[in-house]
């Protein structure tokens, strides 16, 4: 397994995400296997692997959508409460963005978007809605803010949802297979943004299966399969010229299509 050195923390400097050991289970399935992973301020992790390679579960344990059997997960150096109020609070830093957009269908896209900040955040009313307009036009759909979901497009409502993880300003964003439920059409409009985000320095996780996004923009690529990690690089060096069987097999078959 190959660990390029940029994907460490600098020395001294605590990692955004750390997982020391991380062992999940489904009764007798072992869908997490002592999982070690750094994630310094700023990096774009994309997470890839075939189906059932635990790689979403990964991604569900860091803010304990999934609770843990085993091991240690600390965000911004804090470790991950169990339950409670400091777990709401910790989850408020972590944005999540799913296959399923998850808005409130009786509300609009800005009523959307103001009810974190406005309920957790305790904003202004005239500042969240400030702040939403200029997140709205920030994933290009301010046009459609007195809109309400069931009017837009797939595309749009994921976009809205972006809007809406952003704003509660998060340190981190965690994206599960964010377009797998869009229309081909769709998918580059959500995957744009995300690509925006990336470069603006957000620190983000991202399941996908979209390899142009990975080899785009992505600053290092995990690999999993068997609920290990098997492959931790570049993406150049990843699709390129990867190092186990699984990951060669993986990229002949998705780029053999």
Do not use: W
Not at 60 to 80: Q, Y
């Amino acid at each position: 397994m190959t660990q390029p050195e940029t994907t460490g923390a600098a020395p001294g400097t605590p990692s955004m995400i750390s997982m020391q050991g991380v062992n999940k289970h489904y009764g007798d399935l072992h869908v997490l296997k002592n999982i070690d992973l750094e994630i310094p301020t700023g990096q774009v992790v994309v997470m890839l692997g075939p189906s059932g390679s635990g790689k979403s579960t990964l991604c569900r344990t860091i803010n304990r959508l999934e609770p843990i059997d085993k091991g240690a997960i600390t965000i911004d150096g804090v470790p991950v409460p169990a339950e409670g109020r400091a777990l709401a609070r910790l989850r408020s830093d972590v944005g999540m963005v799913f296959q399923s957009f998850n808005l409130f269908a009786h509300k609009t896209v800005l009523e959307n978007v103001m009810l974190a900040p406005l309920k957790v955040r305790k904003l202004d009313k005239a500042e969240a809605k400030k702040r939403a307009h200029a997140l709205l036009a920030r994933v290009g759909i301010e046009s459609q803010a007195d809109k309400y979901p069931a009017q837009l497009s797939g595309g749009q409502q994921q976009r809205v949802a972006i809007a809406r993880s952003l704003a509660m300003d998060p340190k981190v964003m965690l994206f599960d297979e964010p377009t797998s439920a869009l229309d081909p059409e769709m998918v580059n409009e959500v995957l744009d943004v995300m690509v925006a985000l990336a470069k603006e320095g957000m620190t983000m996780i991202v399941v996908t299966h979209e390899m142009g996004f990975a080899r785009k923009a992505a600053d290092r690529i995990i690999f999993m399969a068997d609920g290990s990690i098997v492959e931790d690089t570049d993406p150049e060096t990843f699709f390129t010229a990867p190092e186990s069987d699984r990951a060669k097999d993986f990229l002949g078959k998705i780029l053999g299509h």
